[in-house]
């Protein structure tokens, strides 16, 4: 697996994509506990539509956007968000990847901050 790190996720959505820079996640625990998690956008993993993230904790993410162009890796859903590497981890090209946690129907909303900044560069 490769991360194809250009700081976005391509998505249908017109001339731009919407999934890239950073922004707030939002995941549900039991009993309608939701944690909000500052990301930013690494890439995606190559030859898919499932984003790689950082969170500010150091936690590496996958999360799948709805608007995906290409589908997303095996047997993982739409706006799905699974932590795959812990801060403190670490992985090696011969380390298989393991899943963490996973939780379902996560919501992201980027900073518009972050989009206008980058355009005024």
């Excluded at 506990?33 to 790689?52: P, Q, Y």
């Amino acid at each position: 697996m490769k991360l194809y790190a250009i700081g976005r996720v391509e998505c249908w959505d017109a001339d731009t994509d919407s999934f890239r820079d950073e922004g707030i996640l939002t995941v549900s625990y039991s009993q309608g506990t939701f944690e909000h998690i500052r990301i930013i956008v690494l890439g995606s993993i190559a030859g898919t539509g499932t984003g790689v993230m950082l969170d500010t904790n150091g936690n590496v993410w996958f999360y799948n956007p709805e608007n995906a162009v290409d589908r997303y890796i095996r047997e993982t859903n739409p706006r799905q968000a699974a932590i795959i590497l812990k801060v403190g981890s670490t992985m090696s090209k011969r380390t298989p990847w393991d899943v963490v946690e996973i939780f379902e129907d996560a919501k992201i909303v980027f900073d518009p901050e972050s989009e206008s900044s980058e355009e005024e560069s």
